[in-house]
């Protein structure tokens, strides 16, 4: 499954709100002069591009100037956030995606939006599909809402990057693909060490599609290079007891609207050696289909092995 992205939520506490000056940051409740601050607005980013992608800058609310019992005069802090219901933030980033590889690449992206001691506040993902050689692309990322008591948002990094080639991209929701088939991957489940994730096959197209057998599997690194010394397993091969991943294959013929689906099922544990990990795999529904990249983050561990189970109808 995909490596859980991390969140994590600190103590509640009094609103802290970044306020941007001529000489850099400072912090509410400082002692900083009211009519010098200008809170809210647009905060240009000077971080550095993950593979690609960076953030150009960050657009935060306005402030609410009024008197605080500071030292040195007025002080600058936020509105009191709603305690039943969560807040609207109003903070947004603007970011750009540039190609500089010789193929056109489809981007997804987890943009985290952080507090001043940089605690995860909420993550957003965004894929940018398409990106052709040498090509730029710019977009807005939004939080909508922030939870009741957490603290404002201050800044927004790029967490996490994956691209594939486009023409290997899953198809995007309600989109077929020429070949008249979908395949897509579940965001996983985990427990106790064990990682199960769901591949499904869509028949989106005009014409029965005859399946038999298992998903073909090309697992890939972070370059997008194959991976060696990972044993496929057909069925659990003794990783663990799941009801129905060991159901050996049967022939199967997906009238147009019906699904197929199959699993994989690895171990999270690390012994000696270098631990594995395999944020791409290439699946072919069936022999002589088109490669469909899907990104399921497999964290092998030391195991050495991954299972997968045979293709069977969707009900």
């Given at each position: 499954?995909?490596?859980?992205?991390?969140?994590?939520?600190?103590?509640?506490?009094?609103?802290?709100?970044?306020?941007?000056?001529?000489?850099?940051?400072?912090?509410?409740?400082?002692?900083?002069?009211?009519?010098?601050?200008?809170?809210?607005?647009?905060?240009?980013?000077?971080?550095?591009?993950?593979?690609?992608?960076?953030?150009?800058?960050?657009?935060?609310p306005a402030a609410t100037p009024t008197p605080s019992p500071t030292r040195g005069g007025h002080g600058v802090h936020a509105d009191p956030l709603p305690t039943g219901t969560p807040a609207a933030t109003g903070v947004s980033a603007a970011y750009e995606v540039t190609n500089n590889g010789p193929v056109a690449m489809t981007y997804t992206i987890v943009f985290?939006?952080?507090?001043?001691?940089?605690?995860?506040?909420?993550?957003?993902?965004?894929?940018?599909?398409?990106?052709?050689?040498?090509?730029?692309?710019?977009?807005?990322?939004?939080?909508?809402?922030?939870?009741?008591?957490?603290?404002?948002?201050?800044?927004?990094?790029?967490?996490?990057?994956?691209?594939?080639?486009?023409?290997?991209?899953?198809?995007?929701?309600?989109?077929?693909?020429?070949?008249?088939?979908?395949?897509?991957?579940?965001?996983?489940?985990?427990?106790?060490?064990?990682?199960?994730?769901?591949?499904?096959?869509?028949?989106?197209?005009?014409?029965?599609?005859?399946?038999?057998?298992?998903?073909?599997?090309?697992?890939?690194?972070?370059?997008?290079?194959?991976?060696?010394?990972?044993?496929?397993?057909?069925?659990?091969?003794?990783?663990?007891?799941?009801?129905?991943?060991?159901?050996?294959?049967?022939?199967?013929?997906?009238?147009?609207?019906?699904?197929?689906?199959?699993?994989?099922?690895?171990?999270?544990?690390?012994?000696?050696?270098?631990?594995?990990?395999?944020?791409?795999?290439?699946?072919?529904?069936?022999?002589?289909?088109?490669?469909?990249?899907?990104?399921?983050?497999?964290?092998?561990?030391?195991?050495?092995?991954?299972?997968?189970?045979?293709?069977?109808?969707?009900?």
């Open positions: 499954m995909p490596r859980p992205v991390p969140l994590v939520l600190p103590a509640l506490a009094a609103a802290v709100l970044l306020l941007t000056t001529a000489c850099g940051t400072e912090h509410a409740g400082r002692g900083v002069d009211a009519g010098a601050a200008t809170p809210g607005g647009r905060t240009a980013v000077t971080d550095p591009p993950v593979d690609g992608v960076r953030v150009t800058s960050v657009t935060l985290t939006f952080a507090d001043d001691a940089g605690g995860a506040m909420d993550n957003r993902t965004r894929t940018v599909a398409g990106v052709g050689p040498g090509r730029t692309v710019r977009g807005t990322v939004t939080m909508e809402t922030l939870p009741p008591g957490a603290s404002p948002v201050t800044r927004v990094k790029v967490l996490r990057v994956t691209k594939v080639p486009a023409s290997e991209a899953p198809a995007a929701p309600g989109v077929c693909p020429p070949s008249g088939i979908r395949v897509t991957a579940d965001d996983g489940d985990a427990a106790m060490g064990l990682r199960v994730v769901g591949l499904r096959l869509d028949n989106c197209g005009t014409r029965a599609v005859s399946l038999h057998g298992y998903p073909d599997l090309t697992l890939l690194d972070a370059d997008r290079e194959p991976v060696h010394g990972v044993r496929i397993l057909h069925g659990s091969g003794g990783i663990a007891t799941v009801t129905g991943f060991d159901d050996p294959p049967r022939p199967l013929t997906l009238a147009p609207g019906r699904s197929a689906s199959a699993g994989l099922m690895w171990r999270n544990t690390t012994g000696s050696g270098a631990a594995v990990d395999v944020p791409y795999v290439r699946v072919r529904a069936l022999p002589g289909a088109d490669p469909v990249t899907v990104t399921p983050h497999l964290d092998l561990g030391t195991t050495g092995e991954l299972g997968v189970s045979a293709w069977k109808p969707v009900p």
